[in-house]
T-cell receptor
Framework: AQSVTQLGSHVSVSEGALVLLRCNYS??????LFWYVQYPNQGLQLLLK????ATLVKGINGFEAEFKKSETSFHLTKPSAHMSDAAEYFC?????????????WGLGTSLAVNP | EPEVTQTPSHQVTQMGQEVILRCVPI?????FYWYRQILGQKVEFLVS????????KSEIFDDQFSVERPDGSNFTLKIRSTKLEDSAMYFC????????????FGPGTRLTVT
């Protein structure tokens, strides 16, 4: 069975500071990994994904994440936080076998950006 | 840009009543999903649907739940007799044959059971 652990339910950074949101996964098959963002009162928007190939993936709004198989991690980073980055961030995994591709989610990390 | 739409945005119902949550997936997509998010908890998979049948369902998706694609465009989730614990945000998602990795999500329906 697959699972996702997001360390830190709340992260607070200053505007301009580095953003680091942690995600570890468990999967018995090669995983597909995703980060989604949810702004207040809105739906889930895909930030970036890792499927195969390059382990450092770039997404929208300056975010990137690195797949580290040895550490079973897929941490999300952004060099310089902006006030508009304040949102809920979810890490998710789906398996690469079969066609279903349901997403298994972490609990989410709420990011606050202070001026 | 095509998007997934969901109606209503907010539904309030009394315990024991039936509710139908509606979704219009992206038009050429073939895989459809329902997820829910109880306030303060993680997003949970409910059911996936492909080729006019359920392809997988979670333990949450019991006999009180059903899904249907009645007319080739809508994708509905029905809860026959709602319980207080069904109060949650319900998200519909769809995926195309070619976009094998990415699910596109609707804005969600907030269901409140009183």
């Amino acid at each position: 069975a697959q699972s996702v652990t997001q360390l830190g339910s709340h992260v607070s950074v200053s505007e301009g500071a580095l953003v680091l949101l942690r995600c570890n996964y468990s999967s018995s098959v090669p995983p597909y990994l995703f980060w989604y963002v949810q702004y207040p009162n809105q739906g889930l928007q895909l930030l970036l994904k890792y499927t195969t190939g390059a382990t450092l993936v770039k997404g929208i709004n300056g975010f990137e994440a690195e797949f580290k198989k040895s550490e079973t991690s897929f941490h999300l980073t952004k060099p310089s936080a902006h006030m508009s980055d304040a949102a809920e961030y979810f890490c998710a995994v789906s398996d690469s076998a079969g066609n279903n591709r349901k997403l298994i989610w972490g609990l989410g990390t709420s990011l606050a950006v202070n001026p | 840009e095509p998007e997934v739409t969901q109606t209503p945005s907010h539904q309030v119902t009394q315990m024991g009543q039936e509710v139908i949550l509606r979704c219009v997936p992206i038009s050429n997509h073939l895989y459809f999903y329902w997820y829910r998010q109880i306030l303060g908890q993680k997003v949970e998979f409910l059911v996936s649907f492909y080729n006019n049948e359920i392809s997988e369902k979670s333990e949450i998706f019991d006999d009180q739940f059903s899904v249907e694609r009645p007319d080739g465009s809508n994708f509905t989730l029905k809860i026959r007799s709602t319980k207080l614990e069904d109060s949650a945000m319900y998200f519909c998602a769809s995926r195309g044959q070619l976009s094998v990795y990415e699910q596109y999500f609707g804005p969600g329906t907030r269901l409140t059971v009183t």
